[in-house]
């Protein structure tokens, strides 16, 4: 990933490059912006996203109050 | 500007426009409200007309207790009391708001299959994780099944729900477990989304079902086919379809017609027409046909529901709400209002006549006399968009001048579906609710409501929804919002991240202010007052706050509600186990019994129950001291504060 940087003035250097912001804007502007689910591209990561993300309903393995030893 | 208008609401915009209306002599619906009182028999659901012997009006005495021989007789002709006569008017609200939304859920199934049969040009599928999901949850073989065989399971599937005639809907599954089971023990899940309505229909009938409870019964059974049945399918394939909503800036009020452009306003429910008018209207030659008639552009925006739905998943902005609609065409800018199904004012067409906007009915089974009609094909839907957004543009050179364009238009994110939130909080890592539960537990937010429905001509537009949506996040309630409501607070300046620090309470301002996210959340249209019931799903099963939604510190609210649809949301909220406060009006206060079960035994059976307060401050702190009483019940009352143990304290545990 290309960081981006900014120009500040310090001390006794002069002009230097510091790091800037290195999150995501937070303004989603633009229909495609916010679209967080184009990040998974194959079905096999859907699938293991839905696994993991969405692990309430597709999953053993998460431990809410359904799960519990003894169960509701 | 005189205080009369101030009176009818609390939005600037809509304030000059009802000026503006006056002056030019249009009636809208803020003077038929006047002039037009509602009948406090009908209103208090004291009138029966299903048969011809009627219409019998049992209302309840006026200023005395009546005596149980006055009681005995106060019948309708046919013997049904005023009980059996409030119970089926309002289970058939119900079945009138469980079918309009289920019928939309039928509308997607129906184009959802076309397209996935390659039937139905121009459309895609947008999602596939979405797809994958719904196959998971409805048990459809993946495998290396192509998208469209997946989909064309679904589809059928997803029909056959609507007809059904045995067992339970595949939708109930998503609930909680045990939310599953106590439908069963009570006899309450539905069997199929049609019969369901269909059993209403016969049992309000003359001579059927003469007892409230059971009456009442089939209303909650009704409901549930609506809520985890109908409008759950609609929200699962118009995702699929159309993309699951992610956050998206978007603008709202009236401010964002522009002048010099084409403005088509797309107004009503369904997002199947809308999807494809966004298109058409982004066309290059869409664009060139609109500068030949002098415009410089065209301007789309959304009204009502299908405002919600366009904006989620394109960022179109929203012209206004449910009240806003007529005022829109007396800007005197709309060239056309393109319009579905459901909350569409007859007047429009009328106000229309006066202005040059031209009215376009697209839906078969929604016509107005008077307007232009040019139905959607879904098997050549933009051949209909484009001559949607031709019309439009023709239309364009016949504007009469005297044009007003108020200049409020409000900024607002919205696009929060559960699968976003779920994302927002945990990470594409481990995508999770926990750091909701656990501000819940530790108190930072109180709790969570839903604040959803309608604008209602008979109290001042959007005050109560605005009064009430405030109260709650002053008290770090965090409020999750769909329909006109999200609308109302759209234009209240509510959907965006600094809302939080202005007028959200310390704790839930400062969880707003870590995740980026408002303090009220857009979840969209009224069908997708499903996503809410999943998200209270999600709640619960990641723990921490009990074993079904009846545990959880949250209740939920429609201040201005009106619709049938709204009963219905209402009632599969309390199906659900939620404490559900709806203001203006109820439409059982003619009996007695019928309003002390709905408000009181309800809660015994489902773990919900209704309420009713019209003052939207009393009816948020009901809602606040609810939520106090699942804390309570929850044992997180006391926010119990993490102890960072020194070194010190460290050497005297150990010592
Ligand atoms: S069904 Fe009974 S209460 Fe209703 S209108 Fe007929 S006679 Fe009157
Ligand atoms: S919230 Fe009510 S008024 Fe608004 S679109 Fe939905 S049903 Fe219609």
């Known amino acids: 990933m290309a960081y981006k940087t900014v120009k500040k003035e310090a001390p006794g250097r002069g002009e230097v490059d510091i790091l800037a912001e290195t999150y995501e804007a937070g303004e989603p502007i633009g229909e495609e912006v916010g679209r967080w689910r184009h990040k998974l591209q194959s079905r096999d990561d859907k699938l293991k996203y839905l696994m993991s993300g969405e692990r309430y309903w597709y999953s053993d393995d998460w431990f809410g109050s359904e799960k519990r030893k003894n169960p509701a | ?150 989909a064309v399971d ?16 595949i939708t109930l599954r998503k609930a909680p477990l045990k939310r599953q089971e106590l439908w069963k023990q009570q006899g309450v899940a539905p069997r199929g989304i049609d019969r369901e309505i269909v059993e209403i229909m016969h049992r309000t009938h003359i001579g059927v079902d003469q007892d409230y409870v059971n009456l009442l019964k089939q209303g909650v059974r009704a409901s549930i086919a609506d809520g985890w049945g109908g409008s759950m399918i609609a929200t699962e394939l118009q995702d699929i379809l159309f993309g699951t909503p992610a956050p998206i800036l978007g603008k709202a009020n009236l401010g964002v017609l522009k002048e010099k452009e084409v403005n088509i306003i ?8 809308s999807e494809m008018i966004v298109a058409a209207a982004s066309e290059p030659e869409m664009l060139e046909l609109a500068k030949s008639k002098g415009a410089e552009g065209i301007n789309l925006s959304g009204m009502c529901c299908t405002a919600n739905e366009i904006l989620m998943r ?48 697209t839906a078969a089974k929604a016509k107005i006399p008077g307007a232009t009609h040019i139905e959607f094909d879904e098997h050549d839907a933009i051949k209909s968009a484009r001559e949607i957004v031709k019309t439009a543009i023709e239309n364009f050179p016949n504007r009469k001048g005297n044009i007003l364009i108020p200049s409020q238009q409000c900024d607002q994110i919205a696009g929060f579906s559960h699968e976003t939130i779920n994302y927002l909080l945990g990470g594409m890592f481990r995508a999770s609710y926990r750091p909701l539960n656990d501000n819940i537990i530790n108190g930072r937010i109180r709790g969570v409501a839903g604040v959803v429905g309608c604008n209602n001509a008979r109290v001042k537009h959007n ?13 770090d309630v965090l409020v999750i919002t769909t329909g006109c409501n999200a609308i109302a607070c759209a234009e209240a300046g509510l959907l965006v991240p600094e809302a939080a620090a202005k007028y959200a309470g ?22 997708d007052n499903s996503r809410i019931l999943i998200a209270a799903t999600a709640m619960v099963k990641d723990g921490g706050l009990g074993d079904d939604i009846s545990d959880l510190p949250v209740a939920g609210a429609a201040p201005e509600w009106m619709s049938e649809k709204a009963i219905s949301i209402g009632q599969y909220f309390v199906a659900s186990g939620v404490y559900t406060v709806f203001g203006v009006t109820w439409p059982t206060e003619g009996s007695k019994e019928v309003t002390e079960f709905l408000f009181k035994d309800m809660e015994k059976l489902y773990g919900g129950k209704w309420d009713f307060q019209p003052d939207p401050v009393r009816a948020a702190q009901l809602m606040i001291a609810h939520i106090d009483s699942k804390r309570k019940a929850l044992g997180i009352d006391q926010a119990r504060e993490r102890v960072l143990y020194d070194m010190e304290m460290r050497r005297e545990l150990e010592g």
């Open chain 2, 266 to 273: 797309i107004h009503g429910h369904e997002p199947l027409l």
């Open chain 2, 506 to 527: 310390a704790g839930l301002a400062e969880v707003c202010e870590t995740v980026g996210i408002p303090p009220v959340l857009h979840m969209g249209s009224c069908v």
């Open chain 2, 1 to 150: 500007m005189p205080e009369e208008k101030q009176d009818k609401s609390i939005d600037q915009a809509t304030q000059e426009l009802i000026e503006k209306a006056e002056k030019e002599g249009i009636n809208t619906a803020f003077d038929r409200a006047d002039s037009l009182k509602p009948c406090p028999i009908g209103a208090a659901g004291s009138c029966c007309k299903h048969c011809g012997m009627g219409p019998c009006r049992v209302p309840l005495p006026k200023g005395k207790e009546e005596t149980p021989e006055e009681k005995q007789k106060r019948r309708g002709v046919c013997g049904a009391t005023a009980e059996t006569i409030a119970a089926r008017n309002f289970i058939r609200m119900v079945a009138g708001g469980a079918s309009a939304h289920s019928d939309h859920g039928r509308g997607v199934a129906e184009l959802f299959l076309a397209v996935a049969r390659g039937k139905a040009p121009g459309y895609e599928i947008k999602d596939e994780q979405k797809l994958l999901q719904v196959a998971l949850d409805w048990g459809i073989e993946i495998g290396d099944r192509s998208n469209n065989e997946i």
């Open chain 2, 154 to 169: 679904i589809g059928e599937k997803a029909l056959a729900e609507f007809g059904k005639q045995e067992g339970e809907l």
């Open chain 2, 314 to 361: 394109h960022g179109v902005p929203i012209a206004g709400n449910f009240l806003q609609q007529e005022l829109a065409i007396v800007t005197g800018a709309v060239d056309a209002m393109v319009v579905d199904v459901q909350c569409i004012m007859q007047s429009i067409q009328t106000v229309a006549e006066c202005y040059h906007t031209k009215i376009i009915t």
């Open chain 2, 463 to 475: 005050e109560a929804h605005i009064t009430m949506v405030k109260e709650l996040i002053k008290n």
